[in-house]
């Protein structure tokens, strides 16, 4: 009897240990629930890195459920609204006062409401691969299930319900797993509003620019957030992930009106408690959904993903594994190729009834700007400036037109000699503003008297350097060049920095909370490109390294728009091209890593969501349907809590597809190409039917260049810097044209057109005739190039789609020079046929053909 007992009571001892603890396993993940007297808690969480477990040292499991029986309602404490004891955001800056209340309320900074923090207290093994908790609560019971996927093994697939017991609003938090301590963490982001290595204290640059890490466990929004995901990598480069359900984000434009401002779902890197673990709130505390009767189920999914590498392997996991970004470009197609688009706006460009061209005499000198109807402080509907110096002298170049070249350029060219100082004193040199004021006779900056560095850059550096490299024995310019870069090396610190502004009357310091984190450092790169002059190399590395170090590393950095108090905006994409060029002249490979990791931070600022669909909606009454008008693809003028997609989404000036382009042919990450080729193709319901030239916000659809005429310049600029990225990618090297200067401001596309191209050896120049080449399938581009003895006629056709396609191609040669071509050699084969004027075409899905005329 004695022994019998022992045996029974082994047994019910080994059946009561199996019940308290459940468990999920596979070949990446370990984890498992203990019971305890406060609830079920996990007991170990481990992921396989290489051949080895690696045991998460503060495991969890905790819940939390927010309610109210009121709808939150309040602003933030004062201390929030202060910079440096001033007031924040400063009344000046009143594009900013909405924008920061909507992100400074207890709801956004997870305040709002009680917080029932619980370890449930059922749970169940259903399977292997499932287990099922419960907890009862007053207010609700909470059920969570918890399955491994059976796809990608390092991710948790969870499902919440919630089943109320009383009315009220009601918000769900996702499970912390683990919790991790700030000295094991690596980097932390939720794409399109922060990213850092540290955490930040001071709020307003943590929270409101995103520099480092916010210690506020704040609530993000689907409307500014890049991908809708929160990413923290631990020091041992294990990278964590909560992602809502790709559904569960709000619709920006439901069926006929823009709805982009509503808040379903929101992330964010810490629990309500601030332990350091991302996680999904769903729904958002008093809004719409979480108002809730009694007795209403309420469920919802995420997924907590593990991968074994940096945070931007992740975020590709989570972009095309859970967001199913890529197959979204098989929805993709054009009513209009890219190269059709830059003959349209071309015709618009040249007359200046439609593009605005405004001719006024300043100091003697006959200037000309298009109107500009933006925001600028002074302005009284007089503002013009001019955009793109470098695509201007491209088209006039490629189309030979006396419209650009005698009606046009020398009166924009004497626009920008008039827009940079020269006579004595601090800032001489300087560009004194963008913008001219015709009734007032002045230049000024677009948000107060002040001059800026990186202005000097960009205005004088940039549209000279780009101008000289068309007009390369132009002394006066080679003078005004070296006038601008002696000042860069002026106002540069001993440590290689520069400050953001100078007032323009007392020369103090302006916005001195803030670093100059943008690519200033630039111009002084043209400097020595074009100068030859060392000492500028010199001085550009120096602010390269300090731009490296401080912001690069970092993940903080600033825009170059004033009117939002310089948010991070694409001038982030634009320093990813700053750093390439650097390498391109240095050769050291320091500045082309810094290339690309700014340039996978800036992935961040690309929308992967919502997912693109063949629902029919509206707009402005015509039907559409979804993929067509969809944001995912797209990028912000500026994101995060601060920027313009806060209001009006993202924009459709896609600087960075050729440099994203590029980055993939040096990386091998094919998520550079896939963002590239989602901004450019298939957007033609943001044209405007007379003009081509597209919308900038992506809220306006189809108002064209609205109050923006310059913007086609750009638009032009980036359409050729993306096509002939794509041209040397394909062709691996055999077609490739040297590339200028990047344009001022709004991104990292390049100039073309200064110096003949490499086609399979031969030298060309690129030309732009409307009518010359026709196609009929608008998913075939364009490009057309002749030989400098004007012998051979280069076509270059690129497939923008990844299916096959056929067409045919009618060339006009009365359009070029009249001389009739006789045969027609395939370069990217070995056929040589008859040229007939109408040429058939079959390319491979994303195929090139080059074609030569003899």
């Not at 459920?65 to 201390?79: D, H, I, M, V």
Request: proline share 5%; net charge positive.
């Amino acid at each position: 009897m004695k022994y019998l007992f022992i045996v029974l009571f082994s047994l019910f001892a080994a059946s009561l240990s199996a019940q308290q603890k459940v468990a999920l396993a596979n070949e990446r993940l370990q984890i498992e629930w203990t019971a305890s007297p406060e609830g079920w808690k996990i007991s170990r969480m481990a992921f396989k890195k290489a051949n080895q477990w690696v045991p998460q040292l503060w495991p969890s499991g905790k819940y939390t459920l927010l309610y109210t029986a009121e709808k939150p309602t309040g602003n933030s404490p004062t201390s929030f609204k202060t910079v440096a004891g001033t007031p924040w955001p400063d009344t000046l800056f009143h594009y900013l006062k909405n924008r920061w209340a909507d992100a400074a309320t207890p709801v956004a900074l997870n305040t709002a409401g009680t917080a029932l923090s619980f370890y449930p207290q059922k749970a169940v093994q259903v399977n292997n691969n499932t287990v099922r908790f419960v907890y009862d609560a007053p207010i609700a019971t909470v059920t969570t299930i918890v399955s491994l996927d059976d796809i990608y093994k390092g991710d948790l697939i969870i499902k919440q319900q919630l089943q109320t017991k009383k009315a009220g609003y009601f918000s769900l938090a996702s499970p912390t797993l683990f919790t991790i301590p700030e000295k094991d963490m690596k980097w932390t982001t939720v794409p399109g509003y922060f990213q850092g290595r540290s955490f930040e204290k001071n709020i307003t640059l943590g929270y409101a620019y995103g520099q480092g890490v916010p210690e506020v466990p704040a609530l993000y929004r689907e409307r500014g957030a890049g991908t809708l995901t929160s990413i923290i990598t631990i020091n041992n480069n294990i990278s964590v992930a909560a992602t809502p359900e790709p559904q569960l984000g709000r619709d920006p434009w439901r069926h006929d009106h823009k709805t982009n401002n509503e808040w379903d779902v929101a992330v964010s890197h810490k629990n309500r408690n601030g332990a350091l673990f991302p996680t999904v709130y769903y729904p958002v505390l008093g809004e719409p959904l979480s108002q809730l009767k009694k007795d209403t189920l309420l469920q919802y999914g995420l997924r907590i993903s593990f991968v074994n590498g940096p945070w931007d392997k992740m975020l590709e996991h989570v972009v095309n594994d859970i967001n199913h970004f890529k197959e979204q470009l098989a929805l993709r197609n054009n009513t209009q190729s890219l190269s059709r688009r830059v003959e349209r706006m071309y015709q618009y460009l040249i007359d200046p009834k439609t593009s605005l061209v405004n001719f006024t005499n300043y100091k003697g000198l006959k200037i000309a700007g298009q109107s500009y109807r933006g925001g600028v402080i002074g302005s009284q509907g007089d503002a013009i400036k001019n955009s793109d110096y470098g695509a201007m002298w491209m088209l006039a170049n490629a189309t030979n037109d006396p419209l650009l070249k005698d009606s046009l350029l020398p009166y924009a060219l004497n626009f920008k000699l008039v827009q940079q100082q020269t006579d004595t004193g601090f800032f001489k040199g300087a560009a004194i503003g963008q913008y001219y004021l015709t009734k007032r006779k002045k230049f000024v900056e677009e948000w107060g008297d002040f001059v800026e560095p990186i202005s000097l850059t960009y205005y004088v550096m940039l549209d000279i350097g780009n101008i000289l490299l068309f007009e390369p024995a132009n002394k006066e310019l080679q003078r005004r060049l070296r006038l601008g870069a002696d000042l860069l090396l002026q106002w540069q610190k001993t440590n290689g920095s520069w400050d953001v502004a100078y007032d323009r009357f007392t020369r103090k310091p302006l916005f001195t909370d803030l670093k100059d984190l943008r690519p200033t450092f630039y111009g002084l790169l043209v400097a020595a490109r074009i100068l030859k002059d060392e000492k500028y190399l010199v001085a550009a590395k120096k602010g390269a390294d300090w731009f490296i170090k401080n912001a690069v590393d970092n993940g903080a950095f600033i825009g170059v728009c004033g009117d939002t108090r310089y948010a991070p905006d694409f001038a982030t994409g634009q320093s990813a091209q700053a750093l390439l060029d650097l390498f391109d002249m240095t050769h050291d490979k320091k500045y082309q890593d810094a290339a690309i990791a700014t340039a996978k931070i800036y992935c961040s600022s690309i929308m992967t969501h919502p997912q693109a669909s063949e629902k029919t909606k509206l707009v402005k009454g015509i039907s559409r349907k979804d993929w067509q008008i969809e944001q995912s693809g797209l990028s912000f003028e500026h994101g995060g809590i601060l920027g313009s997609s806060n209001d009006h989404g993202p924009i459709l000036l896609c600087s960075h597809a050729g440099m994203f382009v590029r980055m993939f042919q040096l990386t091998g990450d094919s998520l550079f190409i896939e963002m590239a080729r989602a901004a450019a193709i298939g957007r033609d319901v943001f044209l405007d039917e007379q003009t081509s030239v597209a919308s900038y916000y992506w809220d306006v659809m189809s108002q064209g260049a609205g109050p923006y005429p310059h913007h086609a310049w750009w638009q032009i600029g980036w359409i050729t810097d993306y096509l002939l990225a794509e041209t040397r990618y394909r062709t691996k090297d055999q077609v490739q044209f040297p590339r200028g200067f990047v344009t001022p401001k709004v991104g990292p596309h390049q100039s073309y057109g200064f110096q003949p191209g490499l086609i399979y050896g031969t030298n060309a120049d690129l030309v732009i005739r409307n009518g010359l080449v026709e196609c009929d399938n608008p998913d075939v581009e364009y490009i057309i190039a002749q030989s400098k003895d004007k012998k051979k006629v280069f076509l270059i056709l690129l497939n923008d789609i990844n299916k096959p396609v056929s067409g045919n191609i009618r060339i006009q040669w009365n359009k070029l020079d009249g001389r009739q071509r006789t045969s027609v050699t395939t370069l990217t084969g070995t056929a040589t046929t008859k040229a007939d004027e109408t040429q058939s075409l079959q390319l491979e899905p994303y195929g090139v053909k080059v074609l030569a005329f003899q």
